[in-house]
Nanobody
Framework: EVQLVESGGGLVQPGGSLRLSCAAS????????MGWFRQAPGKEREGVAG???????SFSDSVKGRFTISEDSAKNILYLQMNNLKPEDSAMYYC???????????????????WGQGTQVTVSS
């Protein structure tokens, strides 16, 4: 059974940093594409960052240069390092997984099969 469990969310001031973690189990982590998504109240879920099984990464324009996605394949953990956080980054953050097919790094919610329950990030002074 595939399981994804996010952690690391919380309240942070604008300009601050957080690191989210996603512990994965039930699949071959190193052969999957992984992604981070977020959803604010009243808004659609949006892709934030993705990582291919070959290590290539992709980011949405809104977080490029501020967020980094990485993974520890030995521990089956996906990370999202978030720096210079802004109030508009406030949302529930989800990790997602799917087998990689081809070259592309999927960043649309409909492209992912498995989801975690989410962790809340609030950026406020």
């Amino acid at each position: 059974e595939v399981q994804l469990v996010e952690s690391g969310g919380g309240l942070v001031q604008p300009g601050g940093s957080l690191r989210l973690s996603c512990a994965a189990s039930g699949f071959i982590f190193s052969s999957y594409c992984m992604g981070w998504f977020r959803q604010a109240p009243g808004k659609e879920r949006e892709g934030v960052a993705g990582i291919h099984s070959d290590g290539r990464t992709s980011f949405s324009d809104s977080v490029k240069g501020r967020f980094t996605i990485s993974e520890d394949s030995a521990k089956n953990i996906l990370y999202l390092q978030m720096n210079n956080l802004k109030p508009e980054d406030s949302a529930m953050y989800y990790c997602a997984a799917r087998p990689c097919f081809g070259w592309s790094i999927p960043l649309l919610p409909g492209q992912y099969n498995y989801w975690g329950q989410g962790t809340q990030v609030t950026v406020s002074s």
